[in-house]
């Protein structure tokens, strides 16, 4: 390797350490830029930003082979320390997550009961409408499944009293 690549790359190297801070759990954490998701975002030199974890294992270890993932074995997201990540596929990941109860099999992910969603969907239950089995139903004007017209109707007729209600009452 030429002198001034390897230069370079030491220098990628020491830049990427600077945003990892050992953690008690035996970590490095990532302290730079996060994504909402908990992933650190971290730049693999000019003009190539990625997940924090895969410049890591493309700094630490090598390419990364196209289709496969960069995976925790900690499960801390934001963590970038070589040997706390492996490589694998899709399936590995979804397999690790389920054996480690990240992930729930064959449910659906469970929403705060206060949601506006979840009082959507005990409402239209409780008018005996269909939420789940593939009906398009809408919640609005404009709806027109001749199976629930009756039901959708006597919905619509019951929230246009409660805001009627509120509407006097304030």
Known sequence: MHETQ????????IRFLRRAR???????????????D??????????QTGLAHRVAWTLFVGPI????????????????????LFLGTQLDNMRDAVAKGRMARNKQPQRPANSKQARHRQERRRYGLCAYEGCEVVTGENYRCEKHAAAFAEYNRRARQKRKLSRERS
């Open 22 to 36: 050992p953690a008690q759990s035996g970590c490095w954490e990532w302290t730079g830029c996060r994504l909402p």
């Open 6 to 13: 390897q230069s370079e790359d030491m220098g990628q190297v």
């Open 38 to 47: 908990g992933y650190g975002r971290a730049s693999a030199g000019y003009k």
């Open 65 to 84: 082979p196209e289709g496969m993932y960069v995976c925790h074995k900690c499960d801390n997201r934001s963590c970038v320390k070589p040997s706390h």
